[in-house]
């Protein structure tokens, strides 16, 4: 009986340590460290090639000012070399990487004049970082990321300029934007050389990288798939 009651109690134990908390997403990894270091060469590369200039700084300027005089990233599209940008997403949609960088988004459609639907908290709260939302039309959400608000932006280091302007913004938003990086970056427009800010700039723009490729970054695939081609 008490060797019965040993081995439930292990088992027991043993299942609670192999369930996935939040805590997981919540630090650096040598594995997530390597996938963010290659998101940030990519980017680099993606803008440098399609602003050429002397300079990366240049390139980073010009980006910018093509985003801010065509008013909106909607008309702004990037070439994109979509076999490395598979590769590394590839890494980037494992769950223990994907959800150190990026939250599952809920989103619950209403009727116009309708309260918003009050739900439990789903073993999936519990387990990865989530967002809920919810209003009376689907919402692309644009270009921005969902982020994991307790994840990389909260743990990167804040020891550059505009690393720390950044966060600066978040803190007193709430939230962060492309257009608050893009500011950001504008008033410190000498750091984007440090390869801690073309990193920060790769997660930030990661997804609008991916629309520019086809690839959905929230549902960690291409926008057709399934499609068929008659």
């Known amino acids: ?22 805590d997981d997403y919540n630090h650096f990894t040598p594995e997530r460290q ?12 993606t803008i440098r090639k399609n602003f050429p200039a002397e300079t990366d700084t240049l390139s980073y300027y010009n980006f910018i000012m093509c985003v801010i005089t065509s008013e909106g990233f909607d008309r702004v599209i990037l ?11 590839q890494m980037l949609f494992e769950d223990h990487i994907y959800f150190f960088f990026y939250a599952k988004l809920i989103y619950t459609v209403r009727r116009r004049g309708e309260p918003p639907p009050i739900e439990p908290i789903t073993d ?8 809920r939302s919810s209003g009376t ?9 969902i982020l994991n608000f307790d994840g990389y ?3 990167v280091p804040d020891d550059n300029p505009a690393i720390k302007r950044i966060k600066e913004d978040f803190v007193a938003a709430g939230d ?10 504008i008033i410190n427009l000498r750091e ?7 990193e920060l700039c790769a997660f930030v723009f990661w997804r609008y990288l991916c629309i520019c490729a086809g690839v959905d970054l929230l549902e960690r695939k291409p926008y057709c798939e399934p499609c068929y081609i008659l």
Do not use: C, W
């Open 1 to 22: 009986m008490r060797f019965l009651f040993f081995s439930i109690l292990v088992f027991y134990v043993g299942l609670l340590y192999s369930q996935t908390t939040l």
């Open 34 to 45: 390597h996938v963010l270091s290659k998101m940030g060469e990519f980017f680099d590369e």
């Open 79 to 89: 070439n994109i070399d979509r076999n490395r940008l598979k590769e590394i997403n």
């Open 124 to 131: 999936i709260m519990d387990t990865i970082p989530t967002i």
């Open 137 to 145: 039309y689907p919402s692309t959400f644009g270009y921005y990321p």
């Open 153 to 155: 932006i909260k743990v």
């Open 176 to 185: 962060i934007s492309l257009t608050m990086v893009m500011s950001a970056l």
């Open 192 to 198: 984007v050389s440090h390869p801690a800010v073309k």
